[in-house]
């Protein structure tokens, strides 16, 4: 099973700022990688897929980057609506699909 | 607009099944498959398996192996997540979301992708 790490396991951040989640797998996942949000209360929303394709109508100020076994989420000036926990997902390999175990953005 | 709506919460005592409907809207419901992911409170997301809605063939992560069956009706464009031999752990907020890959064009043993859009989700309570 590929084993998915994220970095850091939480944060806090201002209005405005640029964070950068992290993303790690065990082993080479050729940018089969997707990152979702999620809000207390509700089902993961997908924001990124293949890595770095923006899904349709989510703001341009997140984007995602990477290769091989590290991958990145980055949400440039941060809005009230972004605080959320943050999971990426590989599917280079099945099963099992695997998550990461969530970064909490908190505001600061 | 393509959207997947769950059924309620449920209650159950140890030992016995729950089955949680998925009605999918807005698109055709065979031309994809359907997934099924869980999150106990407080936890991270873990996939439970997925099923090909137009063949309904499933294939089920190992650890729930024996104990779940995913099928749907084609009639009604439900998929079914049915889970047996409940135990306190199987406490949690059970999500269905639909594949990403068109199942008319998808390769055999092509891995399905990322998933979008998902159930508002079903908390399954279990306890005595």
């Known amino acids: 099973d590929i084993q998915m790490t994220q970095s850091p396991s939480s944060l806090a951040a201002s209005i405005g700022d640029t964070v950068t989640i992290t993303c790690r797998a065990s082993q080479g996942i050729a940018k089969s990688l997707a990152w979702y949000q999620q809000k207390p209360g509700q089902a993961p929303n997908l924001l990124v897929y293949t890595a770095s394709i923006l899904k349709s109508g989510v703001p341009s100020r997140f984007s995602g980057s990477g290769s091989g076994t590290e991958y990145t989420l980055t949400i440039s000036n941060l809005q009230p609506e972004d605080f959320a926990t943050y999971y990426c997902q590989q599917y280079f390999s099945s099963p099992p699909i695997t998550f990461g175990p969530g970064t909490r953005v908190d505001v600061k | 607009q393509v959207q997947l709506v769950q059924s309620g919460a449920e209650v159950k005592k140890p030992g016995a099944s729950v089955k949680v409907s998925c009605k999918a809207s807005g698109y055709t419901f065979t031309n994809y498959e359907i997934v099924w992911v869980r999150q106990a409170a407080g936890q991270g997301l873990e996939w439970m398996g997925w099923?090909?809605?137009?063949?309904?063939?499933?294939d089920y992560a190992q650890k729930f192996r024996g104990r779940v069956t995913m099928t749907r009706s084609t009639s009604t464009n439900t998929a079914y997540m049915q889970l047996s031999s409940l135990t306190y752990e199987d406490t949690a907020v059970y999500f269905c979301?639909?594949?990403?890959?068109?199942?008319?064009?998808?390769?055999?043993?092509?891995?399905?992708?990322?998933?979008?859009?998902w159930g508002q989700g079903t908390l399954v309570i279990v306890s005595s």
């Open positions: 099923m090909n809605a137009n063949g309904g063939d499933a």
């Open positions: 979301a639909r594949g990403s890959l068109d199942l008319r064009v998808k390769s055999p043993g092509t891995i399905d992708g990322w998933f979008d859009p």
